[in-house]
């Protein structure tokens, strides 16, 4: 949509970014990276943050909208001069673009919220629609349906927090049965928000609590001794299968006693990411066709990082599918595509053309 009067034919992308959700610093980290890799001669970009009450920032760049936090990352301010729009009142340049890019990780913008407000408002975006992000955003309702479609997971018990007060018992016997040690988890949640690992009974309770600060609905998986594989997914642009990328390793080393958030953003020495892994080509192509399978499975879009477990046995297990992965230069994302021969520019590049070019409404 180009403004009246105006000779710039370039398509407007508007970025959005922040958010609610506990991931909101992972998400600006994400947006200042990605704008400054958009090629401003081919695309105008406008920049649209969300505090974490759920404030609409408009009428500055990404870089002028945000400023250090507690953690050392990042959150969305509306400095002087920019527009601040109340929660439930997207600003007027949200009506002006041709085509979103949402950088938010986790809820209220991942798991299909913002998804639906787009939708609604005919403006195309990158990335899943709304089912498939809130499907993917919710481990259990993952599980259930990659299960479904015959697709290798971890043995799991999902329950809510008011389940569990009224009936632990029988919920304690049911985590029980998948062996100690366990992971507890939020349903609704990334970047290891709320995880804890959990060796004995004992320590069962508190992980609850510590998971129900962030969502009401939990999942407690079986702890898969394996490898950590990821690969990327881009949704074809021709109407094809989706394509798949290298498949790389993350590698947690120090005293992170799993894949935890410190270890993913904060301990620079905890990580060593492997592109492409050290695994035999036979398990390469396992990986990477079931990635492929959980894209279309879920009805993903755009893109999607999927992430699965090596066992000793030689068994693929997958983890998760995250519909909007980590984004800057050193994530796993870009990097195994860069691994596959398509850069970070032309990454970005790709995700906003192929969004441009979808249809709107059912598809």
């Known amino acids: 949509m180009i403004a009246p009067g105006t000779a710039d034919a370039r398509p407007r992308v508007g970025v959005v970014f922040g958010g609610r959700s506990p991931e909101h610093g992972i998400s600006c980290l994400t947006a200042t990276e990605v704008v400054a890799a958009i090629d401003v001669s081919r695309f105008e970009v406008i920049a649209v943050g969300i505090t974490r009450s759920g404030h609409w920032v408009t009428g500055g760049t990404a870089d002028a909208m945000v400023r250090p936090d507690a953690h050392g990352l990042l959150e969305v301010v509306a400095a002087e001069g920019m527009s601040d729009s109340p929660p439930g009142q997207p600003p007027p340049e949200m009506s002006q673009v041709d ?4 950088l938010l990780h986790g809820s209220y913008g991942e798991d299909g919220t913002v998804q639906g407000l787009l ?3 005919d403006v195309r975006y990158v990335g899943s629609g709304v089912l498939a992000s809130a499907a993917a955003m919710h481990k ?8 479904a ?5 971890c043995r799991w018990t999902t329950f809510t927090v008011h389940e569990w007060r009224s009936d632990r018992p029988r919920l304690s016997e049911a985590v029980a049965a998948l062996g100690w040690p366990v992971f507890v988890k939020p349903a609704r949640a990334g970047s290891s928000f709320g995880i804890s690992k959990v060796d004995t009974p004992t320590d069962l309770a508190d992980a609850v609590e510590h998971a129900a ?5 939990l999942v407690v998986e079986e702890m898969v001794d394996g490898r950590e594989l990821e690969c990327g997914v881009l949704q074809s642009v021709d109407a094809g299968p989706p394509d798949v ?11 992170h006693a799993f894949y935890d958030f410190t270890a993913k953003y904060l301990d620079e020495d905890a990580l060593e990411l492997v592109i492409p892994a050290a695994v035999e080509g036979g398990t390469v192509d396992r990986v990477r066709d079931l990635a492929a399978a959980a894209f279309d499975a879920l009805g993903c879009e755009g893109l999607a990082r999927v992430d699965f477990f090596l066992c000793p046995d030689g068994r693929v297990l997958l983890n998760e599918v995250n519909t909007m992965p980590g984004f800057t230069p050193s994530s796993m994302f870009p990097r195994v595509w860069a691994a596959s021969g398509l850069d970070y520019p032309s990454l970005v590049k790709r995700l906003i053309t192929t969004a441009l070019n979808r249809p709107l409404g059912l598809r």
């Open 99 to 102: 085509v979103v890019l949402p």
């Open 119 to 121: 939708e609604l408002a």
């Open 140 to 147: 259990d309702v993952m599980k259930t349906l990659l299960a």
């Open 149 to 153: 479609a015959g697709i290798p997971v």
């Open 213 to 217: 600060a962030i969502d009401p609905v």
């Open 245 to 255: 990328s290298a498949v790389g390793e993350v590698i947690v080393g120090g005293d």
